[in-house]
């Protein structure tokens, strides 16, 4: 399976860090967050990936390379100057991910998830993961019912910008033109597409200054 991993944000939340640096390639103990997450997706048997690139990255590319040293191969799917959001990311990177289902993972999460374990069930069009509420989104996204995502009421739980995805939800956008994500799944959750899971173990978004105040500063 490939993944595609998402890294064209300007990382706004982070400035001025991320005024000379992309936000996937801050460091924890001397390690990038997308370096961290390249080596879990290896250890866990997915070895062709796809980066989106689009602030500063030449960095990435640079950094990385063909993903020779992380023992996986690594394509860019570059979106210029003008980055195209999440899912107008994946539509463009969709000729570089072929025709099966495809991970998608935000390039600057904290985790330990085991990516091996995700798979699509009959009647899933997708499935993502879902955490506890951060406190910069005490609100949460989605509420979770017997592996299913809805938007109704109950307990609400947050997006952990992980999931498994089948081409054909991106197929039908309109290419090269900036989307995000959240909408359509709302759509899908409401459609009764959308598979899922809850996962309470490490999990930060590392784009908000309040993740990083338990770590040194991240050069």
Do not use: C
């Amino acid at each position: 399976m490939k993944v595609l991993l998402l890294a064209a944000g300007r990382g706004t939340r982070l400035r001025p860090w991320t005024d000379r640096i992309p936000k996937p390639l801050l460091e924890i103990g001397g390690q990038s967050l997308m370096a961290r997450q390249i080596r879990t997706l290896a250890s866990a048997g997915f070895r062709d990936l796809v980066i989106n690139l689009s602030y500063r990255g030449d960095q990435i590319r640079s950094a990385l390379g063909d993903g020779e040293g992380f023992g996986v191969r690594i394509r860019y799917s570059d979106e210029g100057s003008r980055p195209l959001e999440t899912a107008g990311g994946i539509r463009r990177a969709l000729p570089w991910l072929g025709p099966g289902p495809f991970l998608v993972v935000n390039a600057d999460l904290l985790t330990d998830f085991p990516y091996a374990t995700l798979n699509l069930d009959a009647g899933e069009a997708a499935h993502i993961v879902l955490v506890p509420n951060p406190p910069h989104h005490p609100e949460g996204d989605f509420t979770l019912s017997e592996g299913w995502v809805g938007g109704g009421d109950g307990p609400r739980y947050t997006f952990a910008g992980i999931g498994l995805y089948r081409p054909v939800l991106f197929e039908s956008l309109e290419a090269e033109r900036p989307l995000p994500l959240a909408p359509w799944l709302m759509r899908w959750a409401f459609e009764g597409v959308l598979g899922g899971r809850f996962y309470d173990g490490l999990w930060r978004d590392m784009g908000t200054p309040d993740a990083w105040k338990d770590f040194a500063s991240p050069f």
